[in-house]
């Protein structure tokens, strides 16, 4: 255990994640949401289930970094990512690519990593 204070639901998820156990949650509507949660915004369900995430998703769109708040400098140029991953989208970090080579559509699988200046675990794309 860290000393950091844990993100009950969120930090569950990333553990899933490292355990290359990653899943969403989905209503019996189709609805799929991340990071988990109780009840569908969509339809108010509260039937919502564990669904194992596709191996890998497709960058849907990206900004390049390169002058963040100082809570983040160390980590500057990096490259954010919204990914596809069919009913849902996830946000993270997208790291082992020259940001000149990132491609909207570009396959890349999900993983956990650390941001440098602050240590706290966040979600990490690589290229596939
Ligand atoms: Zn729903």
């Known amino acids: 255990m860290s000393d950091k204070a844990r993100d009950g639901a969120f930090d569950d998820w990333l553990d899933a994640i490292e355990d290359d156990s990653g899943y969403y949650v989905e209503c019996e509507n189709g609805h799929g949401w991340l990071p988990p949660r109780r009840v569908c ?27 963040a708040t100082p809570q983040f400098s160390a980590d500057t140029p990096y490259v954010t990512a919204i990914v596809d991953y069919g009913p849902v989208r996830v946000t993270g970090l997208l790291r082992g690519a020259d940001p000149d080579d990132v491609d909207v559509g570009m396959p890349v699988g999900i993983g956990v990593g650390e941001r440098e200046t602050t240590g706290d675990r966040a979600v990490v794309f690589r290229p596939r």
């Open 41 to 67: 915004p969509d339809c108010g369900s509260r039937d919502l289930s564990e669904t194992p995430l596709p191996d890998a998703g497709e960058v849907a769109t990206f900004t390049e970094v390169s002058v």
